[in-house]
């Protein structure tokens, strides 16, 4: 069964992480309320979403075989 998955915007991605999460990312200096910080981390994540799209893809095809 194929997975689709949708490109999830940045402010869905910010309100996302709870605040406890929020707390320990400030203790390692990223303000998730910085607005390069924000950023920074949606990139991240965006980046995260495409390689394991990627790997479900390559994990299909050689499935097939």
């Known amino acids: 069964m194929p997975s689709y998955?949708?490109?999830?915007?940045?402010?869905?991605?910010?309100?996302?992480?709870p605040p406890r999460e929020r707390v320990v990312m400030l203790r390692f200096g990223l303000?998730?309320?910085?607005?390069?910080?924000?950023e920074l981390f949606v990139s991240g994540v965006h980046?995260?979403?495409?390689?394991?799209a990627a790997q479900e893809r390559w994990e299909r095809e050689n499935a097939l075989r």
């Open 5 to 17: 998955r949708r490109a999830r915007s940045a402010a869905e991605i910010l309100r996302s992480v």
């Open 31 to 38: 303000d998730l309320d910085d607005p390069a910080h924000a």
């Open 47 to 52: 980046a995260a979403d495409d390689a394991i």
